[in-house]
């Protein structure tokens, strides 16, 4: 390595029977060259001390044609500021837990700003010029401008007689939230792409369900179910 090499020759150099002089310019002179080498390991701070800042081994400093081992000096990190002149304020609260993170695209930020925060509800949090925060019953959503282009590509599924869009996100939410934003958004005119209705009526799985888009053409689910507890209950469904 470029440390071992300046190591040996600032030895031999030591060794000979040069002047004290002519051994501590010679030192010096070579030690720059290797350090100039590999600008990336060393740092200096006087021109007769090297300091190696990937090595636990002490380099030599060279003063008088003397050799006296030097400990390596511990950079000092300035403490990372605490303080902050950007003002601010909280609207909403994290969802108990591990609240999720979700984003998505979107071709018009104005209108989804409108759409999530009027229609939904959503309380807005950080933002852009090109993003939106919103706060989803705790949750984190995200609108991301990506273009006035952009509509969600829509596959299908069948579940239980309901040709289901995805992809899709929403919450599994109380029968009571369910029905009041359902109310909501057939009050602000959104149309269902699935009307709210009762689904896998009788089964472990039995819920409510709606599906309609944001105005970007990407799918949201809410639904709701009988029996929060059985939200994971693990069964196999016939189409």
Request: charged share 15%.
């Amino acid at each position: 390595s470029t440390a071992h090499i300046t190591y040996t020759m600032m030895i031999r150099l030591l060794s000979s029977k040069a002047t004290t002089r002519t051994r501590v310019s010679s030192c010096l002179l070579v030690t720059v060259a290797a350090t100039q080498a590999s600008s990336s390991l060393y740092t200096t701070t006087t021109p007769s001390r090297w300091i190696n800042n990937n090595h636990n081994s002490p380099l030599f400093v060279v003063r008088g044609g003397a050799e006296q081992p030097q400990p390596q000096q511990q950079q000092q990190q300035q403490p990372l500021s605490t303080t902050t002149t950007t003002s601010y304020e909280t609207r909403a609260s994290p969802a108990p837990g591990s609240p999720f993170h979700y984003a998505f695209p979107v071709h018009d930020l104005a209108k989804a700003i409108s759409f999530y925060g009027d229609v939904l509800g959503c309380e807005q949090g950080r933002s852009s010029e090109k993003w939106q925060d919103f706060a989803l019953h705790g949750h984190q959503i995200v609108c991301h401008w990506v273009g006035n282009n952009y509509r969600c590509q829509d596959y299908y599924n069948p579940v239980d007689g309901d040709e289901v869009p995805v992809p899709h996100a929403g919450l599994a939410l109380t029968e009571e939230q369910f029905h009041a934003l359902a109310k909501r958004v057939r009050d602000a005119g959104v149309e269902f792409i699935i009307e709210p209705h009762l689904r896998f009526q009788g089964m472990p799985g039995e819920q409510w369900t709606m599906f309609f888009k944001d105005p970007s053409g990407n799918n949201l689910e809410f639904k709701a179910m009988t029996k929060m507890e059985n939200l994971f209950a693990k069964y196999n469904v016939k189409d």
